[in-house]
């Protein structure tokens, strides 16, 4: 059987002309870009080039700043250390209940080694922010304010750049983890207040290892990671040329190709969703469907095992996720369905479908023909369906 991708949000494949305009990088035009000779200057140029295509697909002016990073969580921590070093005695993070791990396990860090006060603003049941709490929590003490543009396990979409006027009004920076968004959503920063913003290369047919933090001109910024003059002293170690130019050739490739892709990968991803609500029932799908991702979809089976699901999903050559961290045995849902306070019931049975360009119909076919069976299957050994469930008892959650 042939398998069925559909675990986007983790990581994509790399794209065949991704890799073509790589190789020479490896081979040929193998030189360090600090090195003096023409080995050095015709990789500089090159890494010029990519600057240019991440700023194009940004919206991002000439002069604001692309720094090279090995990633999302890399950029992610940079924004917030630098912040804090450059804000002047301000010593509060505003952030949300339902960032990625790359943030949220940073801020606790923060917190306790440094004494740095943390503000988690939650979510209602769809997942969108609680804009007043928000305002709320800023304050002169307020260093950067950080909300994700686009939620990995939901997709839920956030109003940006509202937030970062607010946060600009109490004196914050602003900076976003666009990991999911960029590619999928337009982006214009040069008419934003957004100051920083992190993705990157292996959510966008890029390699792993590979990321940028935007910085808007202007801003300052403390180098995470300090030795050599790389990046104009902003993050140091020799340049990882070839990942810098497939995700400069990522970036121009998206932004080619967003509208068509994203009407594409909508259709294909509402046709899942439509297809097994109507054929499984007890289930909803989690996440505010009026500002979404086009390419994903967390379903919430009540009655089941996330991982049950999954383990037979794999078996019928089917990759999803589910959204729950299984630590050392003991199933905890999601943080992000916990803080929209979907019942356990139902969060613990919650999966996620995530598209891209690479998918086509027949993965929604079989996906439409393997999954209810399973959940029929799963539901049949499930003390909780017996109890509850078939009898028409469903847990009060719209
Ligand atoms: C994947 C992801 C990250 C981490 O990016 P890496 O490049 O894997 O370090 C951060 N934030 C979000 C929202 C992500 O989906």
Known sequence: MRPVYLDNNATTRVDPAI??????????????????????????????????????LLGAEFDHEIVWTGGGTESDNTALLSALETQGG?????????EHPAILNTCA?????????????????????????????????????????????TGTIFPVE?????????????????????????????????????????????????????????VRLRPLIRGGHQERGRRAGTENVPGIIGLGKAAELALLHMDEENTRVRALRDRLEKGLLQRIGNSFVTGDAGSRLPNTSNIAFEYVEGEGILLLLSKAGIAASSGSACTSGSLEPSHVLRAMNVPYTAAHGAIRFSFSRDNVDEDVDQVLEALPPIIEKLRALSPFWAKDGATGFSPSYV
Do not use: C
């Open 90 to 98: 301000r010593d509060e993070i505003v952030t949300t209940a339902v």
């Open 162 to 218: 509202v937030l970062a006027e607010l946060a600009h009004e109490a004196g914050a920076l602003f900076h976003t983890d666009a990991v999911q968004a960029v590619g999928k959503v337009p982006m214009t920063l040069r008419d934003s207040e957004i100051d920083l913003l992190s993705l990157s290369g292996h959510k966008l047919h890029a390699p792993k290892g590979i990321g940028a933090l935007y910085v808007r001109k202007g």
């Open 109 to 153: 860090w923060l917190e306790k080694s440094r004494g740095i006060k943390v503000h988690y603003i939650p979510v209602d049941s769809r997942g969108r922010l609680d804009i007043e709490a928000y305002r709320r929590a800023l304050s002169p003490r307020t260093a950067i304010a950080s909300v994700m543009w686009a939620n990995n396990e």
């Open 19 to 56: 890799v073509e305009v790589m190789l020479p990088f490896f081979t040929e035009q193998f030189g360090n870009a600090s090195s003096m000779h023409a080995f050095g200057s015709s990789v500089g140029g090159a890494l010029r080039f990519a600057r240019q295509q991440m700023q194009a």
